[in-house]
T-cell receptor
Framework: EPEVTQTPSHQVTQMGQEVILRCVPI?????FYWYRQILGQKVEFLVS????????KSEIFDDQFSVERPDGSNFTLKIRSTKLEDSAMYFC?????????????FGAGTRLSVL | GQQLNQSPQSMFIQEGEDVSMNCTSS?????WLWYKQDPGEGPVLLIA?????ELTSNGRLTAQFGITRKDSFLNISASIPSDVGIYFC????????????FGTGTRLTVIP
């Protein structure tokens, strides 16, 4: 069964460093998403991406965040200068189409630890 | 952002018992979804609901989309140990906004 894959599974970084989280969405999907889950809390939407541009973003997704689809298969989330409060699980998701019946499939996540 | 409140926050039940949890919002959603999250994993979709009043089953799971479009419930019948996990409701506003708003989660523990 097709799945969303994320790498690395765990990333440890020093405060102020840049990190890039990588995702390979399901191959025929057109919509891509990043969500964040701080330990013990609910999953929160960060950004959605379609047709090589951001379609929606939340207030969490500030100037230190950026997303890119550098080639036909990868979808990345970059955090320019990490802060302690960026420590969380980051989930990538993808879906096939924009209709209300589209289903978002989630990857297993990348645990980001900022020290 | 949208607030989706789930209750109860946690449940401890005996294997074989039925479970019921619900999700309420102050906003109207056009789609309600229920996800399960195992430790260290991403959310996995259980049931999707697209119409007010809709009642949908997936094996031992049954979920309903509330008539007001501001709530939903999930029932699990005859619970088994692998039902353990965190259950999240999620809503989509529709009208071009595709992102999911997740609930606060219900942590289920099944005692064998």
């Amino acid at each position: 069964e097709p799945e969303v894959t994320q790498t690395p599974s765990h990333q440890v970084t020093q405060m102020g460093q840049e990190v890039i989280l990588r995702c390979v969405p399901i191959s025929n999907h057109l919509y891509f998403y990043w969500y964040r889950q701080i330990l013990g809390q609910k999953v929160e939407f960060l950004v959605s991406f379609y047709n090589n541009e951001i379609s929606e973003k939340s207030e969490i997704f500030d100037d230190q965040f950026s997303v890119e689809r550098p080639d036909g298969s990868n979808f990345t989330l970059k955090i320019r200068s990490t802060k302690l409060e960026d420590s969380a699980m980051y989930f990538c998701a993808s879906s096939g189409d924009r209709s209300l019946k589209n289903i978002q499939y989630f990857g297993a996540g990348t645990r980001l630890s900022v020290l | 952002g949208q607030q989706l409140n789930q209750s109860p926050q946690s449940m401890f039940i005996q294997e074989g018992e039925d479970v019921s949890m619900n999700c309420t919002s102050s906003s109207i959603f056009n789609t309600w979804l229920w996800y399960k999250q195992d430790p260290g994993e991403g959310p996995v979709l259980l049931i999707a609901l697209y119409k007010a009043g809709e009642l949908t089953s997936n094996g031992r799971l049954t979920a309903q989309f509330g008539i007001t479009r501001k709530d939903s419930f999930l029932n699990i019948s005859a619970s088994i140990p692998s039902d353990v996990g965190i259950y999240f409701c999620a809503g989509q506003l529709g009208s071009g906004a595709n992102n999911l708003f997740f609930g606060t989660g219900t942590r289920l523990t099944v005692i064998p």
